[in-house]
């Protein structure tokens, strides 16, 4: 039997991406307000889709920096204080 390496390398691949833009398409659309809901919503998606895969806490603290970065580069660290508040 093989040795199980110290730390596993993730692997994603596109479908988990159509997987975070499905679950956006799946809200009904009177229930999306404005645009911090929406945020809101992306960000429950790819932590619903690429977090819950990860298997140790510092990996998944990481992946929601990443999340808050990328939100904090296109929308302005306002947008990160009303989406993690």
Not at 27 to 56: G, M, Q, S
Not at 64 to 72: E, M, P, R
Request: proline share 5%.
């Amino acid at each position: 039997m093989l040795p199980t390496p110290a730390k596993f390398h993730y692997l994603f691949n596109m479908r988990e991406l159509s997987r975070v833009f499905g679950g956006l398409f799946e809200a009904p659309r009177d229930t999306i307000k404005d645009e911090v809901y929406l945020v809101k919503l992306w960000r429950h998606e790819c932590e619903r889709v690429f977090t819950d895969k990860l298997t140790n806490a510092p990996d998944k603290e990481w992946e929601s920096n990443c999340i808050l970065n990328v939100i904090g580069d296109i929308f302005g660290q306002d947008m990160v204080n009303k989406v993690t508040g």
